[in-house]
């Protein structure tokens, strides 16, 4: 079994009272049947106040408080079923949360998840590290050759990607390049992680149409020879790309067309909303290339983190929907838009943006589009037909 994750999925831990938007506050918890049957036959006034809490008209629950929170969601922010009746009485969402895990034969990825403040902070700031680990047991899942063959290549693209990504990344001190976003207008953004950004959706393009082929050779001969956008540029056909990767994301307008889909998405609050209004509302040429210029170089170290975050996580769901561009349009999108709101921020702290600034609008982001499976399929049929 190869069981494949992040460097930061074992160094996660819950900081729980200390944690700033916890995950037991909006969302719908889910209780297994196990823990279900379990919670109903505690005895005494917690178990009253278990059964108070519980709901199974539509699967098991808990009965949400008006506000919002979990109602074992003490005034500390601490779990009281885990107060009273120890950790291993917590059902299964409450225990694995933020952890997710994908397995397709003999294959399982793990990482954290965005969403939670504390595993932002590792995924934006930590080492990008993936680490592969071999285990000794088996899944039980047989794949065929032709199935074999399909995952082994999505695996190497997202390899592949996320190697690209991590290029030139640091100098050899470990230190951003500077002067990596150096963009003087509109339409003209040379930031890193849009490079990259744009390179990748080139290639996928490509990609895909080999993958609709089932030409799988000619996609793993390419991953191969690394990807990159400056030898690309020089070598012109020989790349197997038709050009040089033209800029698709860097425009107002593409950016706007981006945010329309936001208000089309089931959201938690207004939030993501707002700011997407906020960024209609207070885009111009001259301040917008000013946060490109004013960023930093780590800008685009957090940017490269949160693409090869997404690439990572979903990559593997092209097993299952042959569909790997929307993947990468997917990563593509949501640095997108976290990019706008963070020009919105910047704007709001009086022209300044810090990490924590980072940290707060990624989770935010991602606690509203990833804990919907109706908005990340809608945001990718979005791409099917369009694009990014
Ligand atoms: S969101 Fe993360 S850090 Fe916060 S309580 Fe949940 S698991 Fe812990």
């Given at each position: 079994m190869i069981h494949e994750y992040p460097a930061y999925y074992t160094e996660f831990r819950c900081?729980?009272?200390?944690?700033?938007?916890s995950c037991c506050i909006s969302w719908e918890l889910d209780i297994d049947d196990e823990t279900y049957e379990y919670y109903k036959s505690v005895q005494g006034e917690f178990g009253d106040r278990l059964r108070r809490s519980m709901n199974n008209d539509d699967g098991n629950t808990f009965v949400l408080c008006d506000d919002g929170r979990c109602p074992f969601l003490n005034k500390e922010n601490l779990c009281d079923i885990y107060t009273e009746l120890g950790e291993a009485s917590l059902c299964n969402v409450c225990t694995e949360f933020p952890?997710?895990?994908?397995?397709?034969?003999?294959y399982t990825r793990s990482d954290v998840g965005l969403s939670c403040p504390e595993a932002a902070r590792l995924i934006i700031t930590?080492?990008?590290?993936?680490?592969?680990?071999?285990?000794k047991y088996d899944s039980g899942e047989r794949l065929n050759r032709s199935?074999?063959?399909?995952?082994?290549?999505?695996?190497a693209i997202k390899d592949g990607l996320i190697d690209y990504i991590e290029s030139d990344m640091y100098d050899e001190a470990g230190i951003p390049p500077a002067g990596k976003a150096d963009s003087t207008k509109e339409g003209t953004d040379n930031s890193s992680w849009k490079t990259k950004a744009n390179t990748m959706v080139?290639?996928?393009?490509?990609?895909?149409?080999?993958?609709?082929?089932?030409?799988y050779k000619k996609i793993d001969a390419k991953i191969d020879a690394k990807i990159?956008?400056?030898i690309d540029s020089k070598r012109g056909n020989n790349s197997g790309l038709k050009e040089e990767p033209e800029?698709?994301?860097?425009?107002?307008?593409k950016r706007l067309d981006m945010l329309d889909i936001i208000e089309k998405l089931e959201l938690l609050d207004d939030t993501l909303a707002s700011w997407a209004k906020k960024y209609k509302e207070l885009y111009d040429e001259t301040s917008w290339s000013e946060f490109v210029r004013e960023r930093g170089s780590l800008y685009d170290v957090w940017m490269e983190k949160i693409m090869a975050y997404y690439i990572f996580r979903y990559m593997i769901r092209a097993y299952y929907d042959n569909n790997i561009q929307t993947k990468i349009d997917m990563a593509v999108y949501?640095?997108?838009?976290?990019?706008?709101?963070?020009?919105?921020?910047w704007l709001e702290n009086g022209r300044c943006f810090q990490v924590e600034d980072m940290i707060d609008i990624a989770r935010k982001y991602a606690k509203e589009i990833e804990h919907s499976e109706e908005n990340l399929e809608y945001i990718e049929e979005e791409f099917l037909f369009a694009g990014v």
């Open positions: 900081i729980g009272g200390k944690c700033k938007d952890r997710s895990h994908e397995t397709i034969g003999d930590g080492d990008i590290n993936y680490v592969t680990h071999i285990d199935d074999k063959k399909r995952l082994k290549t999505i695996l080139k290639y996928v393009e490509k990609w895909q149409l080999q993958w609709n082929d089932e030409d990159d956008a400056k800029e698709k994301i860097s425009t107002h307008e949501s640095c997108s838009v976290i990019e706008c709101v963070d020009y919105v921020r």
